[in-house]
């Protein structure tokens, strides 16, 4: 329960904005951790990536990083240089490289 409760307290100081369409009771569970990281990557200011960084050690974010399947090009460019973590690590490469591309752009 403690885990939760230190979620809940991450959750309560990155920005409202983040989560605008969620119940942030409902971001109890470690599988939470992925969604807030996520949100954050793709929506948040420095603001809330300071606070991710706060929360979390290095090695523990280095491992939720790669596991993210939904962020844009620019935040997994970031991510691999950040952490220097090879870009064929990363869950979202895996994904982007198996979707099809039915229109050319």
């Known amino acids: 329960m403690m885990q939760n409760k230190n979620i809940i307290n991450l ?3 990155l920005s409202n904005h983040l989560f605008w369409d969620t ?3 409902s971001l109890l569970n470690n599988s ?3 969604f807030v990281l996520e949100r954050v990557m793709e929506y948040g200011n420095i603001d ?11 090695k ?7 596991q993210l399947k ?3 090009d620019k935040s997994f460019a ?3 240089n950040y952490f ?7 869950a979202c490469y895996t994904k982007n490289q198996s979707q099809r591309n039915f229109w050319n752009a």
Do not use: T
């Not at 809330?48 to 290095?58: C, E, G, L, P």
């Not at 523990?60 to 790669?66: A, Q, T």
């Open 60 to 66: 523990k974010l280095k491992k939720l990083v790669v």
């Open 48 to 58: 809330d990536w300071r606070a991710i960084n706060s929360f979390y050690k290095r």
């Open 32 to 34: 939470s951790e992925i």
């Open 84 to 90: 220097d973590i090879p870009k064929e690590k990363f």
């Open 23 to 25: 119940d942030k009771s």
């Open 70 to 72: 939904n962020i844009s």
């Open 78 to 80: 970031f991510l691999s």
């Open 11 to 13: 959750v309560e100081n």
